[in-house]
């Protein structure tokens, strides 16, 4: 059974630092790339980037460049989103999910299975 846990959520301080993770188990981990996604209260699921764990190909989105970094430990079937200077507009349950394909697009639509999230709240 394929599983994706997240765990690291919690409350920070604007521009403060989080990191995430996303456990995988339950298949092949080289074989599938990793997207985090993140939903704020009352918005659709945007994406934040994805990593291809085959050959560590990373796509972060526009927003969180230079502020959000998407890594993977292969050995621990483990994807990380470190998260600095975080802004309250960063509040949201933030997902990891498998992505069917590496060559499918870094979106909500390319993803098969997907965690139950963790709740990030960026306030003072």
């Known amino acids: 059974e394929v599983q994706l846990v997240e765990s690291g959520g919690g409350l920070v301080q604007p521009g403060g630092s989080l990191r995430l993770s996303c456990a995988a188990s339950?298949?092949?981990?080289?074989?599938?790339?990793i997207g985090w996604f993140r939903q704020a209260p009352g918005k659709e699921r945007e994406v934040v980037g994805c990593?291809?764990?085959?050959?560590?190909?990373?796509y972060h989105t526009d927003s969180v460049k230079g502020r959000f970094s998407v890594s993977s430990d292969n050995a621990k079937a483990t994807v990380y989103l470190q998260m600095s200077r975080l802004k309250p507009e960063d509040t949201a349950v933030y997902y990891c999910?498998?992505?069917?394909?590496?060559?499918?697009?870094?979106?909500?639509?390319?993803?098969?299975?997907w965690g139950k999230g963790t709740l990030v709240t960026v306030s003072s």
């Open positions: 999910a498998r992505r069917w394909s590496d060559f499918a697009a870094c979106t909500v639509d390319a993803m098969d299975y």
């Open positions: 339950g298949y092949s981990f080289d074989d599938y790339g």
């Open positions: 990593i291809t764990n085959r050959d560590g190909r990373i």
